[in-house]
């Protein structure tokens, strides 16, 4: 058993760690990378035909609200006081100094927009398309297709709900729903946004919705688990960490564990469908086809080649290429969906193999990241971080959790090609 730390370690540790987050909270990657509405609207006035003129010199007229180099220097100051403080090995102190070295990455990324730097970046803190899980698997982009192949043999309409709840009434659902998640916390806001490009998004705190966006009962459902159950959640566990209060924001590492946690609890609470994995599958497959050398209209063509409206396709297109010029390399931040998922999957699924079900819930203690994890549960026993106070409840039922994986786990060792072949005349 872990010993309790003193207390002048605690108020050391936890110095650092608010100086992490007060370091980090002008730095909005999202809006540092957006393109304004007047590109979406010379892109249909010249006809869908000519490239967005996006490079560096659009984001220079779109200037940051701080500057890059004094955040440089802020988080460098503070990576040095972490070794100076806590030593080279001290286990929260790798962590947080890893954070600094990511928010140094994240700087200098923004500080490269509209060039060829800012899509290698991208790639160092996110992954590449091209990455394989493990050695010797399938990469990131083999997943994408495979799922591809199975999702075309279930076709588009199957159970096609129309969307008929606007915004406003989506609000109300959704805050209705935020509200039963998470009883003590009513400040918990749903409301709607017109600076979105998705057609929600979750903060710290809140949720926002797309003010001319349309929705079905499915959406919503999605929406509440994906964004009010893990990312909501993983932020407010976060923010009620009393030492380690770090575990609230999220740097880039955390995005696959987070978005991988959010796709997972989609797929365990059967809150997805088919359309909702092919958006995912498309992003993936988007950005190879951007890392391979297709433009901003290749992209924006692939996805009306998949049966996306013009609108949609453009949506869709220039989330792969925010923040890079538009035949420039992509941001590769959407991989963190698929990517995660199997990484966040294969890590519970071994949890559930060696008897070690007690860290599972530690994915949601705040923006956790896959790599910390026995660190953290070393730190939970040592005092310095709590259990997270929002479980969702699949996760807060590790029996019917590790049944599930247990059976699953078997499952996948089966050959289905010999399945295929056994069940021919049945099915």
Not at 188 to 213: L, P, Q, T
Request: with cysteine.
């Amino acid at each position: 058993m872990a010993v309790k730390q003193s207390e002048q370690y605690q108020l050391v540790i936890r110095s650092l760690s608010d100086r992490i987050v007060e370091a980090q909270a002008p730095i909005r990657v999202l809006d540092a990378i957006k393109w304004d509405d007047s590109i979406r609207d010379q892109f249909f006035k010249d006809g869908c035909s000519k490239l967005p003129d996006i490079g560096p010199d659009y984001y220079k007229r779109r200037p940051l609200n701080f500057d890059p180099a004094e955040r440089l220097q802020t988080f460098q100051d503070i990576e040095r006081d972490i070794t100076r403080q806590l030593g080279t090995f001290n286990p929260v102190g790798q962590i947080m100094r890893r954070m600094c070295r990511e928010y140094r990455m994240v700087l200098r990324m923004i500080e490269g927009r509209g060039t060829a730097e800012f899509g290698r970046i991208s790639q160092e803190l996110y992954g590449s398309a091209s990455d394989a899980f493990h050695a010797g698997d399938p990469t990131i982009t083999d997943l994408g297709i495979m799922l591809s192949e199975s999702l075309s043999n279930i076709g588009n309409d199957l159970g096609h709900e129309p969307k008929t709840i606007a915004a406003p009434e989506a609000v109300a659902i959704l805050q209705g729903e935020m509200n039963k998640v998470f009883p003590d916390d009513q400040a918990v806001r749903v409301f709607e946004s017109d600076g979105i490009v998705a057609d929600a998004a979750a903060g710290a705190d809140y949720i926002k919705i797309r003010s001319d966006a349309m929705f079905n009962q499915r959406d919503l459902k999605i929406l509440a688990v994906h964004e009010g159950s893990v990312h909501v959640a993983t932020s407010l566990n976060g923010q009620h960490q009393p030492i380690c209060t770090f575990l609230a924001k999220g740097p880039p590492s955390s995005t696959v564990t987070q978005e991988g946690l959010a796709i997972l609890m989609e797929v365990v609470t059967f809150a997805s469908y088919p359309s909702r994995l092919r958006k995912l599958t498309n992003r993936t497959r988007a950005i190879q086809l951007a890392e391979s050398g297709a433009n901003f209209l290749d992209v924006f063509g692939f996805y009306r080649g998949e049966g996306y409206s013009e609108e949609e396709s453009y949506n869709n297109a220039s989330r792969v290429f925010r923040g890079s010029s538009s035949d420039g390399l992509p941001f590769t931040k959407d991989l963190a969906y698929l990517k995660g998922f199997i990484l966040t999957y294969n890590y519970i699924q071994l949890a559930v193999r060696q008897g070690k079900l007690q860290q599972i819930p530690l994915l949601f203690c705040g923006k956790t990241t896959l790599e910390d994890m026995r660190t953290l549960g070393q730190l939970v026993e040592e005092g310095l971080v709590v259990p997270p106070r929002y479980l969702p409840e699949p996760f807060a039922d590790l029996n019917a959790l590790s049944a599930w994986m247990c059976f699953s786990g078997f499952l996948t060792n089966l050959s289905l090609d010999r399945i295929e072949a056994d069940y021919a005349n049945i099915l």
